[in-house]
């Protein structure tokens, strides 16, 4: 854990305003719903299907926009949108961070981490997501699934560290594969951001 948080710490510290197939799927497999993802639904832990994404905001990708990207997607109001500067020094195993948004604005403690993955993309996604976990100290209960970012492939993970939740998506874009990642200084903090985190799954699309 000190690794992985010393990194983090780091890179609070150093944003600017400016622009910067197959797996082995631990999880249950859900019943055939209708979600904002167009994926199967599993409600409750560990995935949480059931929470409501939340209103719309911000959106962040877009050129000219605080953190330009290879995908756009939205955040609800007050998110703080920043790039990241320095982010090569930054990098946790194949994971480069790009973009930071920050919910203590909107009164929550924690973020939605945009990182660009480098290297040679491997056929199972679950490697890229393992090598980005060989940085944490003990992750555990790790789960993994293939689903949807709005129209777009993707995979996704869920893991615990210390007790606390996490949840990664996958996103491969025209120029390489994004992660968004969801954070909290606890797990009450972890739950009450999650409709951020669905909005910003739910509504990723390539940029117009």
Known sequence: MIRRTTALAALTLTLTAGCAGDTTERATTPAPSTSP????????????????????????????????????????????????????DLKLGPAVPLCEIDAKPAGNIGFLRVWQITGAAPLN???TVDKYLAAFNSPKEQQYRRTKAGPLDA???????????????????????????????????????????????????LPK
Not at 70 to 77: D, E, H, I, L, Q
Not at 157 to 186: F, K
């Open 37 to 88: 993802t167009a994926s199967p639904v599993a409600a409750g832990p560990p995935w949480h299907d059931d929470v409501a994404p939340a209103a719309a905001a911000t959106t962040v990708g877009p050129k000219g926009s605080a953190c330009t990207l290879s995908m756009t997607f939205s955040v609800p109001a007050k998110w703080k949108v920043k790039a990241v500067k320095g982010g090569a």
């Open 125 to 127: 996604p679950q490697v």
């Open 155 to 205: 995979f996704e993970a869920t893991w615990t560290e210390d007790g606390e939740p996490n949840r990664a998506i996958l996103v491969s874009t025209l120029y390489g594969t994004l992660m968004v990642t969801l954070d909290g200084l606890d797990a009450e903090e972890f739950e009450e951001m999650l409709p951020a985190y669905q909005l910003a799954k739910s509504s990723a699309d």
